[in-house]
Antibody
Framework: EVQLLESGGGLVQPGGSLRLSCAAS????????MSWVRQAPGKGLEWVSA????????YYADSVKGRFTISRDISKNTLYLQMNSLRAEDTAVYYC??????????????WGQGTLVTVSS | EIVMTQSPATLSVSPGERVTLSCRAS??????LAWYQQKPGQAPRLLIY???TGATGIPARFSGSGSGTEFTLTISSLQSEDFAVYYC?????????FGQGTRLEIK
């Protein structure tokens, strides 16, 4: 059974940093691309970042480029999102999503339960 | 950026009815179009990918169609558990984009 478990969310001040983690199980982690998708309170889905199965070729939404870094540790079956210079508009539930292939641009066949990030003073 | 526009924003329907949700892309996304269902407090769930292929475990009452820039999700006979928000998603071009969602409400 595929499982994705996010952690690391919380309350942070504007300009602060946070690192999200997504522990994956139930599939061969290195064979699939992964993404982070966020959802602001009461709003729709916004793709944030993606990484290929091998860990190379990261992709970012313009809204987070230069501030967020996606990475993955194959040995730990874990996906990360390092978030720096956080802004109020980054407040959202952040979902970890598994791609249906090794291609980073693909549909998402499994999602985690999400972790809430709140940026506020 | 490809803009995905869903209509209507909200649809009030009765259980047992047939419903069609629309999704329009600002440029062709080929067949790289998926649909997700999201219930309150839950993560999205994949329903349809590749325009018309049902995801694992998805009931046959859900079907997708379309091509290029115009797509539809049809639910043949609404069940109580189908009242939720539905999103379309294009994965043809970077950046990946979603529609703003269509909310199905009980009439």
């Amino acid at each position: 059974e595929v499982q994705l478990l996010e952690s690391g969310g919380g309350l942070v001040q504007p300009g602060g940093s946070l690192r999200l983690s997504c522990a994956a199980s139930g599939f061969t982690f290195s064979s699939y691309a992964m993404s982070w998708v966020r959802q602001a309170p009461g709003k729709g889905l916004e793709w944030v970042s993606a990484i290929s199965g091998s860990g190379g070729s990261p992709y970012y939404a313009d809204s987070v480029k230069g501030r967020f870094t996606i990475s993955r540790d194959i040995s730990k079956n874990t996906l990360y999102l390092q978030m720096n210079s956080l802004r109020a508009e980054d407040t959202a539930v952040y979902y970890c999503a598994k791609s249906g292939s090794s291609r980073p641009i693909y549909y998402f066949d499994y999602w985690g339960q999400g972790t809430l990030v709140t940026v506020s003073s | 950026e490809i803009v995905m526009t869903q209509s209507p924003a909200t649809l009030s329907v009765s259980p047992g009815e047939r419903v069609t949700l629309s999704c329009r892309a600002s440029q062709s996304v080929s067949s790289n179009l998926a649909w997700y269902q999201q219930k309150p407090g839950q993560a999205p769930r994949l329903l349809i990918y590749g325009v018309s292929t049902g995801a694992t475990g998805i009931p046959a009452r859900f079907s997708g169609s379309g091509s290029g820039t115009e797509f539809t999700l049809t639910i043949s006979s609404l069940q109580s558990e189908d009242f939720a928000v539905y999103y379309c998603h294009q994965y043809n071009n970077w950046p990946i984009t979603f529609g703003q969602g269509t909310r199905l409400e009980i009439k």
